[in-house]
């Protein structure tokens, strides 16, 4: 069911419902981008976050092109889960990114995922240039991925074929981060944040397993302690309200 994001008022326009959400998301999302810079995912424009409006059928997201220094909360992209931005609410006058199909298809097939991360990082690039998938070697990636980190079909940017792709790989699978081959990698989570932190941590397991390789043949961990370890880190560590709990 079409959530009331918006409506029409008196004089023939629209205002936005549910502006304390929008504005929420915007904000975090618009923080996020920071991190993706910071943790030094991304370089220039490319890669983008978005984030899903809770309790709406809508989700915020980078515009195209636009300089990470100068990204405002307001400068994000409302759009609905065809990928159409809302009109106008903030930001409708850009062009939202040009993932933005593939971040629609992601949330109109997999409704408990709340954030969408995209990046051009460089270790987790070149294992999607290989078409090559991170094997489970180290704890980390047992924790954070519950297995190896997959790699999806080439697909085209633009369209449907990305999203596709991210759900036919993940749908069913721990792992939240997928390799696109000859892409790069796209994350989920149950929020943009935590998709902003899968981001980061296969970058991480990706730096750490290519240099175990350039030492010797990469052991894979056995599938049993993956399970063990998986179950662990989700269910104990951290605080009792981690929101993947």
Not at 54 to 73: A, M, W
Not at 195 to 217: F, I, L, Y
Request: charge should be negative; hydrophobic fraction near 40%.
């Amino acid at each position: 069911m079409v959530s009331p994001i918006r409506r029409k008022d008196t004089d023939g326009g629209f205002v936005t419902g549910n502006d304390t959400a929008v504005a929420e998301t915007r904000a975090e999302v618009a923080r996020l981008h920071d991190e993706l810079v910071r943790a030094g995912l991304v370089v220039w424009t490319g890669g983008n976050v978005s984030g899903r409006v809770p309790g709406t059928d809508r989700f915020v997201i980078k515009p195209s092109g636009v300089s990470y220094d100068d990204l405002r909360p307001e400068h994000l992209v409302l759009c609905d889960l065809d990928g159409r931005p809302v009109p106008g609410a903030p930001g409708s006058e850009r062009a939202p990114s040009s993932d933005t199909a593939a971040h629609a298809y992601v949330y109109r097939n997999m409704p408990d995922v709340g954030g969408v991360a995209h990046t051009h990082s460089t270790y987790a690039v070149a294992w999607a240039a290989r078409g090559e998938e991170i094997p489970c070697a180290i704890t980390a990636m047992a924790d954070e991925f519950g297995g190896p980190v997959p790699v999806g079909p080439l697909a085209v940017i633009g369209d449907d074929s990305i999203g596709q792709g991210i759900v036919e790989t993940l749908r069913g699978h721990r792992s939240r981060a997928v390799l696109m081959r000859g892409h790069g990698p796209f994350t989920i989570g149950v929020s943009a944040r935590d998709a902003v932190k899968a981001a980061v941590m296969v970058e991480d397991v990706a730096r750490s397993v290519h240099a175990a390789k350039q030492m010797g043949p990469v052991q894979p961990l056995p599938a049993e302690l993956i399970d063990r370890l998986y179950d662990r880190y989700q269910k104990v560590y951290g605080q009792a309200d981690d929101e993947r709990r």
